[in-house]
């Protein structure tokens, strides 16, 4: 029996006390349950719990776990997209967390008018500036997410950050919502196992978790 369905209801229920405790509505935070690497006995009891919004990092282990068994799901991809993999990302996400360069953009966006599907996109946001993340710079997200709307044709509904391990979240979460709220964005993806309550008190409306959910990964 996997212990997976308490684990599942404590990090719900740590949710909704963190956005009670922000003055914030709980369903206003949509947990999305890292499935990446997990095996299917993990992820199958999670799912019949009534979990419906899941993250994949990769496109292909995404449209291997799912294939046949995402209706009613919402999928994200939440790990760095290769241009390469946009036709496939396109026709198989509903939302598509890490659109982080032009050449990326501009690629989704032909698969978009190609495919007359509209994933919902976030830009990712490097907040740490850190050589060996994806994600743009702070200082260029302004000119990015301008350039995906008038370049592009794309209409990022938010943004996404990952904060350095070895600093503290919350001024990292703070900075992505500054840039959110002059940019007109209305969506935070923010917030992992370790960190999502205090994503939640800076105005997360998405947390990405995995490994509390699911337990560590064998």
């Not at 703070?174 to 840039?179: N, Y």
Request: proline share 6%; net charge neutral; aromatic share 6%.
């Amino acid at each position: 029996m996997s212990i997976a369905p308490d684990a599942y209801a404590d990090v719900v229920a740590r949710i909704a006390r963190a956005a009670q405790a922000a003055g914030r509505d709980p369903a206003d935070v949509t947990l999305v349950a890292v499935s990446k690497q997990q095996p299917w006995e993990a992820v199958e009891p999670v799912l019949a719990a009534g979990q419906r919004v899941f993250g994949e990092n990769r496109v292909q282990d995404a449209m291997a776990r799912w294939d046949g068994r995402a209706d009613g799901l919402t999928l994200h991809l939440i790990g760095p997209l290769q241009s390469n993999k946009a036709k496939e990302a396109v026709a198989f996400f509903d939302v598509i967390e890490t659109v982080d360069r032009e050449k990326l953009a501009r690629v989704l966006a032909e698969e978009v008018q190609r495919q007359g599907r509209s994933p919902r996109i976030y830009v990712q946001v490097n907040t740490g500036e850190e050589a060996q993340k994806a994600g743009v710079i702070p200082a260029e997200a302004d000119a990015f997410i301008a350039a995906c709307r008038a370049t592009f044709g794309l209409q990022p509904e938010g943004l996404m950050c990952i904060p350095p391990a070895d600093e503290p979240a919350g001024p990292h979460f703070a900075l992505l919502r500054k840039i959110a709220a002059r940019n007109g964005l209305a969506k935070l993806s923010m917030g992992m196992s370790g960190d999502f309550e205090t994503a939640v008190r800076f105005g997360a409306t998405s947390v990405r978790v995995g490994s509390a959910v699911f337990g560590v990964r064998s």
